[in-house]
């Protein structure tokens, strides 16, 4: 198991910026991918962002130019840097952490994008 604690989800304006930060229990390998993941009401679950341990990202087509995801190895922790925010980013958003073929989740975070 490796845990994983999500913090800075919350309300916003649309046009709004967020934060989220994720931190994981123990040492992150080189290997481990990172990212997140959101799930808005009725929707699937989808990849939002990753990052690898080389720095290379990838990003949903609907994210693009409007969050940036960063790593800080020596910290364990995984960020998403959210601006221009719309509603339809309304979700939970999950941390996600994957080691050998194996994911591992965060607990999840609201976000809320309203007026």
């Known amino acids: 198991q490796v845990p994983l604690v999500e913090s800075g989800g919350g309300l916003v304006q649309p046009g709004g910026s967020l934060r989220l930060s994720c931190k994981a229990s123990?040492?992150?390998?080189?290997?481990?991918?990172m990212g997140w993941h959101r799930q808005a009401p009725g929707k699937e679950r989808e990849l939002v962002a990753l990052i690898r341990s080389t720095g290379n990202t990838n990003y949903a087509d609907s994210v693009k130019g409007r969050f940036t995801i960063s790593r800080d190895n020596g910290e364990n922790t995984v960020n998403l840097q959210m601006n221009s925010l719309k509603p339809e980013d309304t979700a939970v958003y999950y941390c996600y952490l994957t080691r050998f073929g194996i994911n591992y989740w965060g607990q999840g975070t609201q976000v809320t994008v309203s007026s």
């Open positions: 123990g040492s992150i390998f080189s290997s481990d991918v």
